[in-house]
């Protein structure tokens, strides 16, 4: 991260934008539409004090154009009270918990797909099609120690930081301990 970094230490940016994954040209083309409107219109100090106003922007463009999270994560770098803080806005679905794609199971087994999310009143738990482990259901109604909601009035998306630390990669392994 030190080529994304070095730019915000020498004030060049104050936001920068990416995708975790391939996502269609229009949609990506209508998230940053809206965005640079957002920015232009809204202006960083319209925004609640004691927040950080960029922050605060990007998250009500995406609550205002989620299509681009249901292809890809958006990860966002933004500079804030001289701090540059990195994380992922993703959005809950059947087939990703929290918007995130797990992979860990208990017993370390390997190959692509064996992880599956089942889902059921409002808890979410992982089975490993290798071994058949299952995890400890987590709720997904909320945020929790690694996936922070969003905004209170838009349940399904969440944020965490970027990268994602080993622990939240383990999050339903550690849970099942």
């Known amino acids: 991260m030190i080529c994304v970094i070095q730019p915000f230490n020498s004030n060049l940016f104050d936001l920068v934008i990416g995708f975790q994954e391939m996502a269609p040209p229009t949609t990506v083309e209508h998230f940053i539409s809206s965005l640079a409107i957002t920015l232009a219109i809204g ?7 004691g927040s950080h106003p960029i922050w605060d922007l990007v998250c009500s463009t995406v609550d205002g ?3 681009i999270l249901d292809s890809t994560p958006v990860v966002v770098l933004f500079q804030a009270d001289g ?13 990703r918990p929290f918007g995130f794609e797990f ?6 087994c390997t190959g692509e797909r064996r992880i599956v999310p089942k889902m059921r009143d409002g808890f979410v738990r992982l089975v490993c099609l290798q071994c058949n482990w299952v ?19 838009s349940p ?22």
């Open 65 to 67: 154009s989620q299509a």
């Open 83 to 95: 701090k540059v803080f990195q994380r992922a806005i993703c959005k809950h679905t059947p087939t």
């Open 43 to 49: 202006g960083v100090q319209s925004t609640k004090t």
């Open 156 to 177: 399904r998306l969440f944020w965490h930081h970027f990268p994602a630390g080993p622990s939240l990669h383990t999050m339903f392994i550690d849970e099942s301990l």
């Open 103 to 108: 992979k860990a199971c208990r017993n370390n």
């Open 135 to 153: 995890s400890a259901k987590v709720p997904y109604d909320c945020g929790n120690a690694h996936f922070v909601q969003l905004r209170l009035d």
